[in-house]
């Protein structure tokens, strides 16, 4: 991760970090990045995911940092693995202030033609995921009294994409999960929040446009009522970092219950 990188993840000015971090999904190409940003403002990251051999590098890319990392095994679709991670977490580095659910996949197909698996998979992951994290975790932030919660949804939660039924849907139950509970912690001092990223240079938009992914994306597919995105360029995992980190941390302090979009304009502001 470069110094620019850095520095622009962590918003340094006014940050004031409290607390440790759980990552789910952080094997993936924005969990991993959001990882590396909170170790970089040096706080203790607990890194979750089912992808033990990525998990283990970025585990030690991470541990030169000094703030304190953990990688745990574990798959989000399965609540007494999730329960037992982030118990570990709490024991092995300390209260938990923070968590990111950035765990996802794609599975895209016409509505129609989409299989049981495919669909349930989509939901067991990204919106049940979701709902076991964010229960362990506000299990052991309530009786502090603070904590802050983002989920990692999609602008496909808000915008009708063609063959991306599965993943839409449930990016859009995982977000007004996130701001229901929002809703029932704020008394506790929790916020919860939702980040919601448009196409991003990462493995899962390789895997569903090919090598023509960034191209299509920005120019956008008339026959398939998708526009481009009007910045004229694809995010970067670093740019969605910045959202999360944001929204994390205190400089957002009376901020709950919001979807920040960042997409280039790719949903015209939906």
Same mark, same amino acid.
């Given at each position: *991760?470069?110094? #620019?990188?850095?520095?622009?993840?962590?918003?340094?000015?006014? &940050?004031?970090?409290?607390?440790? &971090?759980?990552?789910?999904?952080?094997?993936?190409?924005?969990?991993?990045?959001?990882?590396?940003?909170?170790?970089?403002?040096?706080?203790?990251?607990? $890194?979750?995911?089912?992808?033990?051999?990525? $998990?283990?590098?970025?585990?030690? #890319?991470?541990?030169?940092?000094?703030?304190?990392?953990?990688?745990? &095994?574990? +798959?989000?679709? +399965?609540? /007494?693995?999730?329960?037992? @991670?982030?118990?570990?977490?709490?024991?092995?580095?300390?209260?938990? &202030?923070?968590?990111? %659910?950035?765990?996802?996949?794609?599975?895209?197909?016409?509505?129609? #033609?989409?299989?049981? #698996?495919?669909?349930?998979?989509? !939901?067991?992951? %990204?919106?049940?995921?979701? !709902?076991?994290?964010?229960?362990?975790?506000?299990? *052991?932030?309530?009786?502090?009294?603070?904590?802050?919660?983002?989920?990692?949804?999609? %602008?496909?939660?808000?915008?009708?994409?063609?063959? =991306?039924a599965a993943y839409a849907a449930s990016k859009a139950a995982s977000a007004m999960f996130t701001k229901c509970l929002g809703l029932e912690v704020a008394r506790h001092g929790i916020r919860c929040n939702v980040v919601a990223p448009g196409s991003t240079r990462t493995p899962m938009l390789t895997a569903l446009q090919g090598d023509a992914a960034e191209r299509v994306s920005v120019e956008g597919m008339p026959d398939a009522y998708r526009v481009g995105i009007p910045l004229g360029r694809i995010a970067e995992p670093a740019h969605i970092a910045d959202a /999360?980190? !944001?929204?994390?941390?205190?400089?957002?302090?009376?901020?709950? =219950?919001?979807?920040?979009?960042? +997409?280039?304009?790719?949903?015209?502001? @939906?």
């Amino acid at each position: *991760m470069s110094a #620019e990188k850095v520095r622009t993840a962590t918003g340094a000015p006014g &940050a004031d970090w409290s607390g440790v &971090a759980v990552v789910t999904g952080a094997a993936g190409g924005i969990g991993a990045e959001i990882a590396r940003a909170l170790a970089a403002a040096g706080v203790p990251v607990a $890194l979750l995911d089912r992808d033990v051999m990525a $998990l283990w590098e970025l585990a030690a #890319e991470l541990d030169g940092f000094g703030g304190g990392v953990l990688a745990v &095994a574990a +798959d989000v679709t +399965d609540s /007494v693995d999730v329960d037992t @991670a982030v118990a570990k977490a709490e024991a092995e580095l300390g209260p938990i &202030a923070y968590l990111v %659910n950035a765990a996802g996949v794609l599975r895209s197909g016409l509505a129609s #033609e989409l299989t049981d #698996e495919e669909w349930d998979v989509t !939901f067991a992951v %990204n919106t049940s995921g979701v !709902f076991h994290a964010s229960r362990a975790v506000t299990r *052991m932030m309530i009786p502090r009294g603070r904590g802050s919660i983002v989920t990692i949804a999609s %602008n496909a939660a808000l915008t009708p994409r063609t063959s =991306m039924a599965a993943y839409a849907a449930s990016k859009a139950a995982s977000a007004m999960f996130t701001k229901c509970l929002g809703l029932e912690v704020a008394r506790h001092g929790i916020r919860c929040n939702v980040v919601a990223p448009g196409s991003t240079r990462t493995p899962m938009l390789t895997a569903l446009q090919g090598d023509a992914a960034e191209r299509v994306s920005v120019e956008g597919m008339p026959d398939a009522y998708r526009v481009g995105i009007p910045l004229g360029r694809i995010a970067e995992p670093a740019h969605i970092a910045d959202a /999360v980190l !944001f929204l994390l941390s205190e400089r957002s302090a009376h901020i709950t =219950m919001q979807d920040l979009t960042v +997409d280039g304009g790719a949903a015209l502001g @939906a």
